[in-house]
Every structure is written in structure tokens, then in C-alpha cells.
Nanobody, 122 residues
Framework: QVQLVESGGGLVQAGGSLRLSCAAS????????MGWFRQAPGKEREFVAS????????IYADSVKGRFTISRDNGKKMVYLQMNSLKPEDTAVYYC???????????????WGQGTQVTVSS
């Protein structure tokens, strides 16, 4: 059974930074791609970023490109989301998820964490 646990969320002012972490346990972490999604109140869950098993290939939503960076440490079974230049519209619950190959499509992810709240004040 795979478990994903996010941390690092919080309240930050616009223009600030946060680093989210996701700790994985269960099946062999280093052979799976990982992703971050977010869901704001009253909105559908949306793709943020994804990274392949090696960490060498990443994709981002246009809304976060140039501001967010996804990375991973296979030795520690961790995936990270560095968020810079945060905007109020980045406010959401952020989820990490695991899949077989890099993808933007939520239903292609097999396992999900419980989420961590990020609130950006103006």
C-alpha cells in the first residue's frame, strides 16, 4: 500500500515563497513519476507539475511555469514543490500523487495524499 503525506503548507503574503514536501512509502518510489495538483474552493482539481522517475523530465501548468519547481530525492522517497512569487490565485489545497509516467491527467494517478493548505494573502 502506498502512502503519500504532504507538508509545508501555510499562510504567506503575495510575492512570498513556500516549499511543499511529500513523503512516500510503499512500492518502489524511484520507479514512479510524481505529480502535484491543487484544488481551490468551488473549483475542480487542477494539474500543477509532474516529474519523471529520474527527476530529469518535468512538466508544468502554464499558470505556474517559471514560478514553481518540482524536484525529487529518490534516496529519501521525497518529492518537493518550490513555490516562488506566490499570488492570491495560488491559494488552494495542494496534493501530491503517484503515477507510472509523467502526465497532466488526474485520473492516471494511482495514489493521492491528503493535501496541505496553501493560502496567499494579498
Amino acid at each position: 500500500q502506498v502512502q503519500l503525506v504532504e507538508s509545508g503548507g501555510g499562510l504567506v503574503q503575495a510575492g512570498g515563497s513556500l516549499r511543499l514536501s511529500c513523503a512516500a512509502s510503499g512500492r518502489t518510489f524511484s520507479t514512479y513519476a510524481m505529480g502535484w495538483f491543487r484544488q481551490a474552493p468551488g473549483k475542480e482539481r487542477e494539474f500543477v507539475a509532474s516529474i519523471d522517475w529520474s527527476g530529469s523530465y518535468t512538466i508544468y501548468a502554464d499558470s505556474v511555469k517559471g514560478r514553481f519547481t518540482i524536484s525529487r530525492d529518490n534516496g529519501k522517497k521525497m518529492v518537493y514543490l518550490q513555490m516562488n512569487s506566490l499570488k492570491p490565485e495560488d491559494t488552494a489545497v495542494y496534493y501530491c500523487a503517484q503515477t507510472r509516467m509523467v502526465t497532466m491527467i488526474a485520473h492516471e494517478y494511482d495514489y493521492w495524499g491528503q493535501g496541505t493548505q496553501v493560502t496567499v494573502s494579498s
